[in-house]
């Protein structure tokens, strides 16, 4: 009879705390639910295979919605189904966009992904068409046209890339000139992904073209399937649904804050100057993850590939580049090659010419590059030439990535960086 009464008053004062919000319940055990708690996030770099960030997950959007809402109900912790709701999110950006995830293979190549690239852009930009405060998503699309340019030709050249007429000239002929000029020793000052580019064109294979490829359009995929699925549950539950993504452990406070100010001007309403700084200071918190977190690692491997020939392909992705935001100057016009040396006469002098004196691959002259260049002057296209940038993102998408073939022009390129090599005295010497 005591033991009975214990028990009743253990369950009442049990209640009560609940009531007092002290304690909550257990969560209920739910054996469809269960299977999929706890999933490692076996595939969120898209370099592990194809399909979503688990192979246990299903695909059908419905399914995982039912599943979510289950695992919500029984009071399950959020960080036991964070890889559930990340699929959840992930499946509904693809299908919004056009892309079958389950097949999503970024190691089958730029004509087996080509379709992917065209509808994962347009979605970008659709993004930023419809939400004035998704500057990412707007700036991602337009770069993507770039990117996506020069995997088209990366491809269609294949293995003749290094044998392209005139390249392996041209690359040598940098180098000769800047020797003639100034000495075997400024040769030793030119950037290293240069001299590599001159060293690696003999050893170059199908091989490695389709490796670098494969990683390249990994990070393609890595950037979609982190940022997109926040873009998505932003438009579709607002900041409460990102908030989820937090608790869940997929992103820390910091990508909470950076939502907080891109969601400060939201649904492209006028706002004061202020919010204008806020919203694109959210954007570049976001920028720098991509660019940090989602692809930094890759590129770095890149970089390293095989020595000379991946120092060499990041260094050209550079100097290719020719970015579509209005205003931007080409990396190989950001920081370009300067040489200081000691001329005949004993005069110090410098020698210049439009080459990059950075690699593209490495994240801290890249991300210099990205916050003086391409987000103060894409900011400035939002607010203050809206039409303008509204005209170019309305365009086919297919004919924005037709419109930048970088590759293709590489040997008139670094021929036309030796006509334009400058030699001056150096800053303070008398002419």
């Known amino acids: 009879m005591r033991i009975g009464a214990m028990a009743r008053g253990a369950g009442l004062a ?8 002290l304690a909550a319940p257990a969560a209920t055990a739910d054996s469809e639910v269960d299977r999929y708690l706890d999933l490692p996030l076996v595939n969120r770099n898209a370099a592990q295979g194809p399909g979503g960030v688990n192979p246990e997950l299903p695909y059908d959007h419905a399914e995982l919605g039912r599943l979510l809402d289950r ?10 189904y964070a890889a559930l709701l990340y699929q959840y999110w992930l499946v509904d950006a693809t299908e919004k966009a056009g892309i079958d995830l389950k097949s999503w293979d970024p190691r089958a190549g730029v004509r087996a992904n080509r379709d992917n690239l065209i509808k994962s852009y347009r979605y970008y930009e659709n993004l930023q068409l419809d939400h004035h405060e998704l500057q990412w998503a707007g700036m991602g699309g337009q770069v993507g046209a770039d990117f996506g340019g020069g995997l088209v030709d990366f491809e269609l050249l294949g293995s003749d890339i290094y ?19 100034a000495g075997p020793q400024a040769v030793a000052l030119l950037p290293a992904g240069l001299r590599a580019l001159a ?20 990070m393609q995929k890595n950037i ?4 997109m699925p926040m873009h998505d549950a932003y438009v579709t539950g607002g900041l409460s649904a990102l908030s989820e993504f937090r608790e869940a452990g997929l992103f820390g406070d910091d990508i909470m804050a950076a939502w907080r100010d891109v969601a400060s001007g939201d649904h492209g ?10 919203i694109a200071e959210g954007n570049g918190t976001l920028l720098r993850r991509e660019q940090q977190w989602a692809i930094g690692e890759q590129w770095d491997e890149v970089r390293a590939y095989k020595g000379p020939v991946g120092e060499g392909i990041t260094y050209l992705s550079g100097a290719a580049g020719s970015p579509s935001v209005a205003g931007v100057v080409p990396p190989r016009e950001f920081r370009p090659v300067r040489i200081p040396f000691t001329g005949a006469d004993g005069r110090a002098m410098e020698l210049t ?18 916050t003086t260049e391409l987000l103060p002057k894409y900011k400035w296209q939002v607010d203050n030439n809206w039409p303008a940038l509204e005209a170019t993102m309305r365009m086919p998408y297919e004919q924005q990535l037709e419109s930048h073939r970088p590759l293709l022009n590489i040997p008139q390129l670094l021929t036309s960086a030796v006509q334009e090599l400058k030699v001056t005295p150096a800053t303070g010497q008398e002419n």
Not at 163 to 181: F, K, T
Not at 224 to 227: A, K
Request: glycine letters at 8%; a negative charge.
């Open 199 to 218: 060293q690696a064109a003999p050893q170059i294979t199908p091989e490695d073209v389709r490796w670098i490829l494969g990683m390249i359009l990994v």
């Open 14 to 21: 049990l209640a009560a705390l609940i009531t007092l919000g």
């Open 224 to 227: 979609f399937s982190d940022l």
């Open 353 to 370: 010419m439009p080459l990059p004196d950075w690699n593209w691959s490495e994240l801290d002259p890249r991300w210099d590059y990205i």
């Open 71 to 80: 695992a919500r109900a029984v009071g399950v912790p959020a960080t036991r």
């Open 269 to 278: 309403r006028i706002v004061a100057s202020g919010d204008h700084d806020r």
């Open 163 to 181: 044998g392209l007429p005139g390249l392996a000239d041209a690359a040598h002929g940098v180098l000769g000139a800047v020797e003639q000029i």
